[in-house]
């Protein structure tokens, strides 16, 4: 079966990596290891905005485009390639857990974060070293409409310019979402570092007050938005790793043609070009995946779970391949600062472990099998 893109998501593909080209400053990511958070500035997001990046899967009648999800891992997967920062990735993300919900509060939200009124950011990983959201330690409790919320996040994306946050906890015996104001009382915010100066911040809540309408989602629905919004982030992460991978491969492509050692491309030697064949199957794999992965958070979104997590082991793993194997064939000159290699792999060991790391994800997949085996044995023995 051959996959293609449609004619509409060439052209946002083409549009999107014209104008990354000329505007975005791969040099800020350099500059941001010594002087602080990588960030974009309010001119150049408040472009991205008015090109309508933000609700690129946001259903239309709540002011989005209505595109398919794979339009926006596309969209990621072409920023990564130039190492444009987090924020794009963020934003789609939290964009997608607002679109989820039904009553007035949220939709008005979403609307004034895909306009660039506001930011909402998402806040998943926690300290205590357990990924995904049904290992939360962040607890809510509510009496009536009113609650708390106490807890404890770490790497929560572009805290500096965010209004609003939704943060993943635990409500009862269910995972929720809930939206946390920026300048709520009882919530601190402290930065922190990542090897790719990232821009991340800790939040520390104590008993932040919150209401029933700041939850996503009804008492039905509230469980199955945070799990999808999850998902979604995870694929969106994917395709980061997918974008670095294809970068450091094209990067040491052109490389290994240019170098040369005894009268001959270097790349011509079989020590190099196995490893870059090597490089090209764990992309092709990869992008297969991810594309996979799209299809089925489109298609059963509360049944993509083991796609995901196949698309993001398998890229985890690719990326830091991918970006190590650029490292050592470019040889001694692939440890200097000036070039832009040891950029990716920040950048691929970064978002390896982000919202789960590839043993996370492969235990997460054993684990449906285990079930779905376990399903199966009983429709038998019935």
């Not at 857990?97 to 008005?108: F, I, N, T, V, Y």
């Amino acid at each position: 079966m051959e996959f293609q893109f449609s004619s509409d998501q060439l052209a946002i593909r083409d549009a999107v990596a014209k104008f990354l080209s000329e505007e975005w400053d791969l040099s800020e990511r350099r500059r941001a290891l010594d002087d602080g958070p990588v960030k974009v500035s309010d001119a150049l997001w408040q472009q991205v905005v008015d090109m309508g990046w933000i609700g690129i899967a946001v259903s239309e009648d709540k002011g989005g485009s209505g595109l398919e999800l794979l339009t926006s891992a596309m969209l990621v997967e072409e920023a990564a390639q130039v190492l444009f920062p987090s924020r794009l990735c963020s934003a789609l993300a939290s964009a997608y857990a607002l679109d989820q919900c039904g009553g007035d509060s949220m939709p008005k939200l979403l609307g004034s974060h895909m306009t660039g009124q506001h930011f909402v950011s998402l806040a998943m990983d926690e300290a205590n070293g357990d990924y995904g959201p049904e290992n939360n330690s962040t607890r809510a409790t509510m009496s009536g409409d009113e609650g708390v919320i106490s807890g404890q996040k770490i790497l929560v994306p572009d805290a500096d310019v965010a209004d609003h946050f939704l943060v993943a906890s635990r409500l009862g015996d269910k995972g929720v979402l809930i939206k946390v104001a920026a300048d709520a009382p009882g919530l601190t915010i402290t930065p922190m570092e990542r090897i790719d100066a990232q821009c991340v911040s800790e939040l520390e809540l104590k008993d932040v007050a919150f209401s029933t309408e700041d939850i996503l989602g009804d008492a039905d629905e509230a469980e199955a938005v945070l799990q999808r919004t999850y998902e979604f982030w995870t694929t969106l992460i994917s395709a980061d790793l997918l974008g670095v991978t294809t970068t450091a491969l094209q990067m040491t492509n052109a490389y290994a043609k240019e170098r040369h050692q005894f009268n001959r491309p270097i790349g011509s030697f079989q020590a190099v070009s196995h490893r870059l064949a090597d490089v090209k199957m764990d992309e092709e794999v990869g992008r297969s995946l991810l594309y996979g992965a799209c299809l089925a958070l489109q298609e059963r979104p509360d049944e993509s779970s083991p796609q995901v997590s196949a698309a993001k082991a398998w890229l985890s793993d690719a990326a830091t391949r991918a970006t190590e194997a650029a490292l050592q064939l470019h040889g001694g000159i692939g440890y200097t600062w000036e070039l832009d290699v040891h950029l990716l792999l920040r950048q691929a060991r970064s978002n390896a472990v982000y919202l789960g790391d590839a043993d996370y994800h492969r235990k997460r997949i054993g684990a449906y099998l285990a079930e779905q085996l376990k399903s199966s044995a009983a429709g038998v023995s019935n």
